[in-house]
């Protein structure tokens, strides 16, 4: 595997700008006062109350993430460009969906085979016509990226049905600020407070037509089980909204309201984290009692704005990840920004051929998998996890897609024996309102804290960090 491009050192043992300051700071702070500060923002997360419940563990339901207390830095004009990459590729994500609900005109110029779409578990036939409110089918985009080397980020995959941990960028930079004033005084740190009111505005933004001036915004949450339900309390308490559940929620006339003590409310904009299967028993599984019977109608009525709108799941399809350089072409007639890994469809006979071939060479994942479940690291698999792999992939070849290994990017952090490299990924969030797209600078920087590991998942044991945009 290639070597890890280091974000903080240059070869040559020449510091990158963006972390000079920072090096000069470690060398001032004794390693003991940092291991106490790092205790004391381990005491915070777990007075806060941040857990993340763990699927399939019966012995650990509620976990702490790990926090770095290192940040990760980068310069104004890293983000510059980035930030023009991601609106460019939210941008394409948007026309493509309002396009598969419609006029269909990528699939007609042969760009995206047609099996992948209508064939798709994800896809929405009740969304076909339907018109969204200002045509914004993803108002929020969780987009993951990795660096390379100094010039590039690659997307390693869209989220754009309920991309979830933003909390987490935003306690991190709390925690931060309370326990190492004396660091930031020495940066100019963009700020990501704003965000709330951010997604606020692009939410109210995107309300119908028929709503108030003042259009009533709720978040509809699965329940306080839902391994993210801290995130959805934190959330409507930042945005000063109402957090409801199905139950709360009552549809007449094709209107939507809320149960409040001093009675019914009509809703106009429901940001959503209950996924597409569970919103409306009356139009999708109707055995789901976390949903609002009658929803789905209210929506084709255009009374009501989903943010995200339902049928996103398409789009974070990771075989029709591959065709995004073409999708981003095909809509905006532009060379993308931001560059994807390169990929193989295993539903192609002569990728499945060359994937079978090098399995112990590559990642593996299955299209619709998620929080890193589901996958294959080659190089790191035992030879008959990968036999057992090959024979899923004879099987069924058309659920996979195979990557080359990527060298992640290391940034310095706090081991158990000191400062030390470990991967990192970055997930920035994209608003999109009904007049503009909006980043705030920074994400939540994702770290793999086992030494080697390039996974990043919290549910497999990865860590978070700050992420410091320089204001230049």
């Not at 920072?22 to 790092?38: G, H, I, Q, S, V």
């Not at 931060?176 to 930031?184: A, G």
């Not at 009374?303 to 591959?322: E, F, R």
């Amino acid at each position: 595997m290639a070597v890890a491009f280091d974000e903080m050192n240059i070869p040559g043992g020449d510091l990158r700008p963006a972390y000079q300051e920072l090096a000069r700071w470690l060398k001032e702070t004794p390693p003991e006062a940092l291991e106490y500060r790092r205790q004391e923002a381990e005491l915070l997360f777990r007075r806060i109350g941040i857990t993340f419940a763990v699927y399939g563990e019966a012995e650990s339901t509620e976990r702490l993430i790990p926090f770095d207390v290192i940040p990760r830095i980068m310069s104004g004009k890293e983000w510059t460009l980035l930030e023009k990459g991601l609106k460019q590729r939210v941008r394409a994500l948007n026309m493509f969906l309002r396009d598969i609900y419609h006029g269909r005109d990528i699939l007609r110029a042969e760009i995206v085979p047609d099996d992948l779409i209508f064939q798709n578990p994800v896809f929405r036939p009740e969304m076909n016509g339907q018109q969204v409110p200002h045509d914004v089918y993803v108002h929020i985009a969780g987009i993951d990226i990795v660096r390379v080397d100094a010039e590039d980020f690659i997307v390693l995959e869209d989220n754009a049905r309920t991309p979830s941990g933003v909390s987490y960028m935003l306690e991190n930079r709390e925690i931060m600020m309370r326990l190492f004033p004396d660091l930031f005084a020495r940066h100019r740190v963009a700020p990501v407070e704003r965000y709330p009111d951010e997604l606020l505005s692009a939410l109210r933004s995107v309300a119908p037509l028929s709503a108030s001036s003042e259009p009533t915004v709720a978040l509809l949450t699965p329940g306080v089980y839902n391994s993210a339900y801290y995130e959805h309390s934190f959330l409507a308490d930042k945005l000063g909204i109402e957090l409801v559940e199905g139950r709360d929620l009552i549809v007449k006339n094709n209107e939507v309201f809320m149960r409040t003590t001093e009675g019914l409310k009509r809703v106009d904009v429901i940001y959503r984290r209950v996924d597409d299967d569970f919103l409306d028993p009356l139009t999708f599984r109707p055995d789901s009692v976390l949903g609002v019977p009658g929803l789905m109608s209210a929506y084709a009525a255009g009374n009501i704005t989903l943010a995200n709108a339902v049928g996103t799941g398409i789009a974070d399809d990771k075989a029709i990840y591959s065709y995004m350089p073409d999708i981003v072409k095909f809509y905006l007639g532009e060379e993308p920004i931001l560059k994807n890994v390169p990929t193989w469809r295993c539903r192609e006979p002569k990728d499945l051929a060359y994937v079978l071939d090098n399995l112990s060479e590559l990642v593996v994942k299955e299209v619709h998998g998620s929080g890193g479940y589901g996958m294959l690291i080659g190089p790191a698999a035992t030879k008959a996890t990968i036999e057992a792999f090959r024979e899923k992939l004879k099987r069924e070849p058309e659920g996979f897609i195979a990557q080359p290994t990527l060298a992640l990017s290391t940034c310095p952090t706090c081991t158990a024996s000191g400062l030390a490299p470990r991967h990192v990924d970055l997930r920035p969030f994209v608003l999109t309102g009904s007049k503009s797209t909006t980043i705030v600078p920074g994400g939540l920087t994702r770290v793999a804290l086992k030494e080697g590991s390039l996974v990043v998942n919290s549910s497999q044991g990865g860590g978070t960090k700050d992420t410091w945009i320089l204001d230049e």
